[in-house]
Protein backbone atom coordinates (compact mmCIF):
# COMPACT_ATOMS: atom_id res chain seq x y z
CA UNK A 1 0.00 0.00 0.00
CA UNK A 2 1.46 3.63 -1.28
CA UNK A 3 1.71 6.54 1.06
CA UNK A 4 -1.41 8.25 -0.72
CA UNK A 5 -3.35 5.08 -0.18
CA UNK A 6 -2.50 4.37 3.02
CA UNK A 7 -3.37 7.74 4.72
CA UNK A 8 -6.82 7.62 2.57
CA UNK A 9 -7.37 4.43 4.74
CA UNK A 10 -6.43 5.90 7.50
CA UNK A 11 -8.55 8.99 7.03
CA UNK A 12 -11.50 6.60 6.61
CA UNK A 13 -10.57 4.45 9.98
CA UNK A 14 -10.28 7.18 12.10
CA UNK A 15 -14.27 7.81 11.81
CA UNK A 16 -14.27 4.84 14.12
CA UNK A 17 -10.82 4.48 15.74
CA UNK A 18 -8.72 6.70 17.86
CA UNK A 19 -5.52 7.41 16.56
CA UNK A 20 -4.03 5.31 19.13
CA UNK A 21 -6.34 2.40 18.42
CA UNK A 22 -5.11 2.10 14.93
CA UNK A 23 -1.49 2.49 15.34
CA UNK A 24 -2.20 0.06 17.68
CA UNK A 25 -4.21 -2.45 14.94
CA UNK A 26 -2.80 -1.33 12.35
CA UNK A 27 0.94 -0.37 13.04
CA UNK A 28 2.10 -2.34 16.25
CA UNK A 29 -0.62 -5.25 15.24
CA UNK A 30 -1.52 -5.31 18.74
CA UNK A 31 -5.52 -6.57 18.50
CA UNK A 32 -5.67 -7.53 22.55
CA UNK A 33 -6.04 -3.62 24.19
CA UNK A 34 -9.73 -4.07 25.38
CA UNK A 35 -10.01 -0.08 26.09
CA UNK A 36 -9.50 0.52 22.26
CA UNK A 37 -11.86 -2.36 21.66
CA UNK A 38 -14.76 -0.75 24.06
CA UNK A 39 -13.72 3.03 22.25
CA UNK A 40 -14.12 1.53 18.71
CA UNK A 41 -17.15 -0.55 19.50
CA UNK A 42 -18.95 2.79 21.02
CA UNK A 43 -18.07 4.41 18.05
CA UNK A 44 -19.09 1.99 15.55
CA UNK A 45 -22.29 1.87 17.11
CA UNK A 46 -22.07 5.65 17.67
CA UNK A 47 -22.21 6.16 13.57
CA UNK A 48 -24.66 3.37 13.13
CA UNK A 49 -27.53 4.96 15.51
CA UNK A 50 -26.39 8.37 13.62
CA UNK A 51 -27.15 6.87 10.33
CA UNK A 52 -30.57 5.21 11.59
CA UNK A 53 -31.30 8.84 12.65
CA UNK A 54 -31.72 9.87 9.45
CA UNK A 55 -34.56 8.26 8.87
CA UNK A 56 -35.99 6.65 11.84
CA UNK A 57 -38.95 8.56 12.14
CA UNK A 58 -39.43 8.54 8.29
CA UNK A 59 -42.17 6.14 8.79
CA UNK A 60 -43.63 7.75 11.46
CA UNK A 61 -44.00 10.58 9.01
CA UNK A 62 -45.13 9.07 5.98
CA UNK A 63 -47.80 7.34 8.16
CA UNK A 64 -49.39 10.53 8.96
CA UNK A 65 -48.39 11.85 5.72
CA UNK A 66 -50.82 9.11 4.02
CA UNK A 67 -53.28 8.83 6.46
CA UNK A 68 -53.64 12.82 6.31
CA UNK A 69 -54.29 12.21 9.99
CA UNK A 70 -52.22 12.72 13.15
CA UNK A 71 -54.79 10.70 15.06
CA UNK A 72 -53.57 9.55 18.20
CA UNK A 73 -50.58 11.15 18.35
CA UNK A 74 -50.56 13.40 21.49
CA UNK A 75 -49.11 17.01 20.16
CA UNK A 76 -47.87 17.58 23.65
CA UNK A 77 -45.89 14.54 24.02
CA UNK A 78 -44.53 15.42 20.49
CA UNK A 79 -43.04 18.34 21.89
CA UNK A 80 -42.19 17.31 25.20
CA UNK A 81 -39.90 14.57 22.95
CA UNK A 82 -38.55 17.80 20.79
CA UNK A 83 -37.91 19.35 23.92
CA UNK A 84 -35.66 16.47 25.18
CA UNK A 85 -34.16 15.89 22.19
CA UNK A 86 -33.00 19.82 21.89
CA UNK A 87 -32.34 20.14 25.09
CA UNK A 88 -29.63 17.24 24.93
CA UNK A 89 -28.69 18.14 20.95
CA UNK A 90 -27.81 21.67 22.50
CA UNK A 91 -25.63 20.71 25.48
CA UNK A 92 -23.71 18.29 23.86
CA UNK A 93 -22.97 20.78 21.04
CA UNK A 94 -21.92 23.42 23.31
CA UNK A 95 -19.95 20.89 25.80
CA UNK A 96 -18.18 20.07 22.47
CA UNK A 97 -18.66 16.37 23.25
CA UNK A 98 -17.88 13.79 20.10
CA UNK A 99 -20.22 14.47 17.01
CA UNK A 100 -20.79 10.69 17.09
CA UNK A 101 -22.13 10.81 20.93
CA UNK A 102 -25.06 12.85 20.00
CA UNK A 103 -25.13 13.77 15.90
CA UNK A 104 -28.57 11.21 15.51
CA UNK A 105 -30.22 14.21 18.47
CA UNK A 106 -29.70 16.67 15.33
CA UNK A 107 -31.67 14.26 12.86
CA UNK A 108 -33.90 13.47 15.01
CA UNK A 109 -35.22 17.31 15.76
CA UNK A 110 -35.69 17.61 12.29
CA UNK A 111 -37.77 14.86 12.29
CA UNK A 112 -39.69 14.72 15.37
CA UNK A 113 -40.75 19.14 14.72
CA UNK A 114 -41.78 18.00 11.13
CA UNK A 115 -44.19 15.34 13.02
CA UNK A 116 -45.43 17.85 15.44
CA UNK A 117 -45.98 20.40 12.25
CA UNK A 118 -47.83 17.65 10.22
CA UNK A 119 -50.18 16.79 13.58
CA UNK A 120 -51.16 20.61 13.83
CA UNK A 121 -51.41 21.19 10.01
CA UNK A 122 -53.91 18.04 9.59
CA UNK A 123 -56.07 19.46 12.66
CA UNK A 124 -56.51 22.42 10.22
CA UNK A 125 -54.84 25.08 12.30
CA UNK A 126 -52.07 25.68 9.67
CA UNK A 127 -51.00 29.65 11.05
CA UNK A 128 -50.17 27.53 14.60
CA UNK A 129 -48.43 24.85 12.38
CA UNK A 130 -46.38 27.54 10.92
CA UNK A 131 -45.55 29.08 14.02
CA UNK A 132 -44.31 26.06 15.95
CA UNK A 133 -41.84 25.74 13.46
CA UNK A 134 -40.71 29.04 13.51
CA UNK A 135 -40.39 29.41 17.03
CA UNK A 136 -38.85 26.43 17.28
CA UNK A 137 -36.26 26.89 14.81
CA UNK A 138 -35.67 30.74 17.09
CA UNK A 139 -35.20 28.59 19.93
CA UNK A 140 -32.74 26.69 18.79
CA UNK A 141 -30.37 29.88 17.68
CA UNK A 142 -30.87 30.64 21.42
CA UNK A 143 -29.93 27.86 22.99
CA UNK A 144 -26.63 26.44 20.47
CA UNK A 145 -24.76 29.73 19.78
CA UNK A 146 -24.01 31.63 22.90
CA UNK A 147 -26.88 33.64 24.26
CA UNK A 148 -27.71 30.45 26.81
CA UNK A 149 -25.02 29.64 29.38
CA UNK A 150 -23.81 26.12 30.01
CA UNK A 151 -24.44 26.53 33.14
CA UNK A 152 -28.64 26.88 32.12
CA UNK A 153 -28.40 24.38 29.48
CA UNK A 154 -26.72 21.57 32.44
CA UNK A 155 -29.74 22.36 34.23
CA UNK A 156 -32.13 21.78 31.27
CA UNK A 157 -30.34 18.46 30.89
CA UNK A 158 -30.92 17.68 34.43
CA UNK A 159 -34.59 18.16 33.52
CA UNK A 160 -34.68 16.22 30.51
CA UNK A 161 -34.96 12.96 32.47
CA UNK A 162 -38.31 14.40 33.82
CA UNK A 163 -39.27 15.45 29.89
CA UNK A 164 -38.74 12.53 28.60
CA UNK A 165 -40.56 10.08 30.84
CA UNK A 166 -43.39 12.48 30.94
CA UNK A 167 -43.71 13.33 27.69
CA UNK A 168 -43.56 9.54 26.37
CA UNK A 169 -46.01 8.60 29.37
CA UNK A 170 -48.34 10.95 28.45
CA UNK A 171 -48.26 9.30 24.98
CA UNK A 172 -48.51 5.54 26.33
CA UNK A 173 -52.11 6.97 28.70
CA UNK A 174 -53.41 8.62 25.13
CA UNK A 175 -52.58 4.96 23.97
CA UNK A 176 -54.20 3.38 26.49
CA UNK A 177 -57.48 6.10 26.68
CA UNK A 178 -57.69 5.20 23.23
CA UNK A 179 -57.68 1.47 23.00
CA UNK A 180 -55.06 1.22 19.96
CA UNK A 181 -51.57 3.44 19.21
CA UNK A 182 -53.40 5.32 15.92
CA UNK A 183 -50.94 6.48 13.29
CA UNK A 184 -48.07 5.73 15.80
CA UNK A 185 -45.41 3.40 13.64
CA UNK A 186 -44.10 0.25 14.65
CA UNK A 187 -40.64 0.89 12.97
CA UNK A 188 -40.52 3.87 14.35
CA UNK A 189 -40.90 3.17 18.30
CA UNK A 190 -38.73 0.01 17.98
CA UNK A 191 -36.08 1.85 16.10
CA UNK A 192 -36.04 4.55 19.00
CA UNK A 193 -36.02 1.64 21.76
CA UNK A 194 -32.69 0.36 19.91
CA UNK A 195 -31.18 3.64 19.52
CA UNK A 196 -31.76 4.54 23.63
CA UNK A 197 -30.16 1.25 24.53
CA UNK A 198 -27.68 1.62 22.85
CA UNK A 199 -26.63 5.41 23.61
CA UNK A 200 -26.54 4.06 27.24
CA UNK A 201 -23.04 2.26 26.43
CA UNK A 202 -22.13 4.87 23.73
CA UNK A 203 -22.70 7.43 26.39
CA UNK A 204 -20.45 5.69 29.11
CA UNK A 205 -17.80 5.33 26.45
CA UNK A 206 -17.80 8.97 25.05
CA UNK A 207 -18.99 11.17 27.10
CA UNK A 208 -18.84 10.10 30.90
CA UNK A 209 -21.31 11.80 31.91
CA UNK A 210 -23.87 10.86 34.76
CA UNK A 211 -26.67 13.01 33.16
CA UNK A 212 -27.11 12.57 30.02
CA UNK A 213 -26.61 8.19 30.60
CA UNK A 214 -29.41 8.53 33.32
CA UNK A 215 -31.44 10.47 30.67
CA UNK A 216 -30.64 7.38 28.59
CA UNK A 217 -31.47 5.01 30.56
CA UNK A 218 -35.16 7.00 30.96
CA UNK A 219 -35.84 7.08 27.65
CA UNK A 220 -35.07 3.27 27.19
CA UNK A 221 -37.58 2.30 29.84
CA UNK A 222 -40.11 4.78 28.67
CA UNK A 223 -39.46 3.94 24.82
CA UNK A 224 -39.81 -0.14 26.52
CA UNK A 225 -43.41 1.06 27.61
CA UNK A 226 -44.25 2.02 24.19
CA UNK A 227 -43.16 -0.70 22.23
CA UNK A 228 -45.27 -3.06 24.63
CA UNK A 229 -48.77 -0.99 23.94
CA UNK A 230 -47.21 -1.75 20.39
CA UNK A 231 -47.74 -5.39 21.21
CA UNK A 232 -50.73 -5.44 23.06
CA UNK A 233 -52.69 -3.14 20.81
CA UNK A 234 -51.62 -4.96 17.72
CA UNK A 235 -54.54 -6.96 17.01
CA UNK A 236 -56.76 -3.84 17.84
CA UNK A 237 -55.07 -2.01 15.46
CA UNK A 238 -55.33 -4.68 12.58
CA UNK A 239 -59.19 -4.58 13.58
CA UNK A 240 -59.14 -0.91 13.05
CA UNK A 241 -57.58 -0.75 9.70
CA UNK A 242 -60.40 -3.68 8.44
CA UNK A 243 -63.00 -1.82 9.14
Keep these: MNSTSFELFRTVALL ?33 IILGSLTVKVPQIIKIYNAKSGEGINILSVTLDLSAITIYMAYSFVKGFPFSSWGDASFLAVQTVLIGYL ?21 CYIMMFGLVSIDILWSLQTFNILLVVVGKLMQAFTNFKNGHTGQLSAVTLVMLLAGSLARIFTSMQETGDN ?3 LTYIA ?22 KVD
Design 16 to 48: VLTPKCFDNYFLEMNYLDSSCFLSTLSKGLGLG
Design 119 to 139: VLFYQGTIVKAILYLITYLII
Design 211 to 213: IVI
Design 219 to 240: SSLANAVLVTQLVVYWNVDAKR
